[in-house]
């Protein structure tokens, strides 16, 4: 019986990180959660790529620019989608992670998820505090985990 297991060792690893500005302020907790949790599992500082866009809607083709590169072990994307906000949540927060999934699965790059779909700014502020809970920190060490095991399944 062979088990499939991935560290959460991300030393060597590249990573590219995508982050939507509508909503900057949360969005840059987020990324500061991001990369606390590189940092904290070994990512080099110098390993890492970040790309800025308008909004979450623009968040899947940017990360199918990344993932298609070859550039990266894996992806994190980060973005605010904030139901009161607007009236075509709907249009935005589902397509989005979609997409998303749809990339992982088209390029075989994992891509972490911390696309925040919340009811109000509460929800928002409470996913992406310095502490435990904030969702870009758990997205980049899902995401370099998710590097590892899957290149143990390819024998890489
Ligand atoms: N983009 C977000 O990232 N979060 C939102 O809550 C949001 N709202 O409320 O509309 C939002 N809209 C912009 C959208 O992502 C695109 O940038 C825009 O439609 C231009 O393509």
Not at 3 to 8: A, K, L, Y
Not at 143 to 149: D, F, S, T
Request: aromatic share 6%; charged share 20%; with cysteine.
């Amino acid at each position: 019986m062979t088990t499939f297991e991935g560290s959460q060792d991300g030393k060597g690893l590249r990573v590219g990180i995508v982050c939507s500005r509508f909503n900057e302020f949360i969005v840059s907790a987020l990324l500061d959660g991001a990369k606390r949790g590189l940092a904290n599992h070994g990512v080099a500082e110098s390993d890492i790529d970040i790309a800025w866009v308008p909004g979450a809607y623009e968040i899947p083709v940017t990360a199918k620019a990344m993932a298609v590169s070859g550039r990266y072990d894996t992806l994190v994307t980060l973005g605010a989608v904030i139901r009161g906000e607007t009236a075509h949540f709907e249009y935005v927060a589902g397509p989005v992670a979609d997409s998303i999934a749809q990339i992982q699965l088209e390029t075989g790059l994992p891509i972490g998820f911390a696309v925040l779909t919340v009811e109000n700014i509460q929800q928002a502020v409470e996913r992406s505090g310095p502490g435990a809970g904030n969702k870009g920190e758990e997205a980049a060490i899902g995401a370099i985990e998710m590097a590892n095991v899957l290149k143990a399944i390819r024998g890489k």
